[in-house]
């Protein structure tokens, strides 16, 4: 079903554009009011979608939201890569795909159509192979070779008589953004979601399922993916996830990517095709851990403390893993998970005896027992190891007040 824009999301968009098409030839003729007309009788074909993509691009990298990690990023480039024939084949108009990942736990994917794609870290590191994040990134290119953005921008223009950016966003968080500053993006990138519609999304899943298989992908890792994002938030509406607002149910898209696998296993070469959970795991260490860290800080624990776990079995020696597991445990407070945080602590200390933040999360366990004596003792040994310790002048007032209490 298509939604007519509400008039606060008109006024927005018209001011994005306002500074979109300032220097074009149409707002030179019909000036600032005048632009809406413009808007409105403009045709939005591939040039369109391939400009509005690039500004849109530009306007997200200005936030400093990527998430830059080298390796990953051409890992990410290497699938898609091996996707990419296929949907040129499907729609050869834009045969470079840029894929962005933003730094943001939220399992979360969009397009903005001509080959822009962006990519949530949360949903990296929450999936468990390469062939089910090969699906998300399926599932997005194949948005744009079956020209879902430039139909859903003409469907909107004729219902809301705006042909505006609102009416071609994604997503309505695309990261953890709480200035005002951000709100036209997001409800722009919000609205884009919105206006997709499910017969879309269903075709997107389905042209994605053929796209893997042509890849070398297992197809039934797929549905898995809808698994995870059921786990995740359910089936009542998230509020604008990607993968929720106006998407079908998880629920009814696993039903029907299961049928269309079972439609096609006789032609599906199944011995053929990779999951690649090993390489997934090593080249997701930095992201699963990274995002694991952020979900603690935020007071996620639990899916903070299963992101870490994935990380400590596949790096039994990686000792900021075992730091912010015992972190996600020490900070809920509860008596019962006392041992639990003490046990990651000294995991880490076992490994390296020289490990600072050991000390200090040990050392934090002791002075909010009001055990003072080795709370001090644990600091000053973590100071003493990390002389340029960034909270050194935090940890410092409290070893002062431990002396209080000697």
């Given amino acids: 079903m298509i939604k007519k824009l509400s008039i606060s999301y008109i006024i927005i968009s018209f001011f994005i554009l306002s500074s979109l098409y300032a220097g074009s030839k149409e707002y030179r003729i019909f000036g600032a009011l005048g632009l809406l007309k413009a808007m409105?009788?403009?045709?939005?074909?591939?040039?369109?979608?391939?400009?509005?993509?690039?500004?849109?691009?530009?306007?997200?990298?200005?936030?400093?939201?990527?998430?830059?990690?080298?390796?990953?990023?051409?890992?990410i480039d290497s699938i898609v890569e091996k996707i990419k024939p296929f949907a040129i084949a499907d729609r050869s108009t834009f045969s470079h795909y840029r894929i962005h990942v933003i730094r943001d736990y939220q399992l979360n994917a969009f397009t903005v159509g001509a080959g822009y794609i962006f990519v949530n870290s949360g949903i990296i590191a929450k999936l468990d192979n390469e062939a089910q994040l090969a699906s998300v990134l399926a599932h997005e290119m194949a948005h744009v070779t079956k020209n879902h953005i430039q139909q859903t921008v003409h469907e909107h223009a004729k219902v809301s008589g705006v042909l505006s950016l609102a009416t071609i966003g994604m997503g309505d968080k695309i990261a953890e953004l709480s200035d005002k500053a951000n709100l036209v993006l997001n409800l722009s990138l919000n609205a884009m979601v919105n206006g997709w519609g499910r017969e879309?999304?269903?075709?997107?899943?389905?042209?994605?399922?053929?796209?893997?298989?042509?890849?070398?992908?297992?197809?039934?890792?797929?549905?898995?993916?809808?698994?995870?994002?059921?786990?995740?938030y359910g089936d009542p509406d998230p509020l604008g996830n990607f993968f929720y607002s106006n998407h079908p149910e998880n629920r009814k898209r696993i039903i029907y990517v299961n049928k269309y696998i079972s439609d096609n296993q006789s032609s599906i070469p199944f011995d053929d095709l990779k999951i690649n959970q090993q390489s997934y795991d090593i080249q997701t260490k930095i992201v699963r851990f990274e995002t694991g860290k952020d979900l603690i800080q935020d007071n996620q624990f639990n899916s903070g403390i299963k992101l870490l776990e994935k990380v400590s079995s596949t790096d039994t020696l990686y000792l900021d893993g075992y730091y912010w597991l015992g972190e996600g445990y020490r900070l809920q407070r509860k008596p019962e998970y006392r041992d639990k945080a003490l046990s990651y602590y000294t995991d880490a200390l076992r490994i390296n005896e020289n490990y600072a933040y050991s000390y200090l999360g040990i050392g934090m366990i002791f002075y909010e027992e009001k055990n003072y004596p080795l709370a001090r003792t644990n600091f000053e040994k973590y100071l003493a190891l990390n002389p340029n310790a960034p909270d050194r002048e935090k940890i410092e007032k409290l070893i002062r007040y431990t002396y209080r209490y000697r």
């Fill in 40 to 75: 409105y009788d403009m045709r939005f074909d591939d040039d369109d979608e391939l400009k509005t993509a690039r500004k849109i691009e530009e306007v997200i990298a200005k936030k400093n939201i990527y998430y830059n990690e080298s390796e990953l990023a051409n890992y």
């Fill in 200 to 232: 879309k999304e269903e075709q997107a899943d389905l042209t994605a399922v053929s796209y893997i298989i042509k890849a070398g992908y297992d197809p039934r890792e797929m549905p898995k993916v809808f698994e995870i994002l059921l786990e995740t």
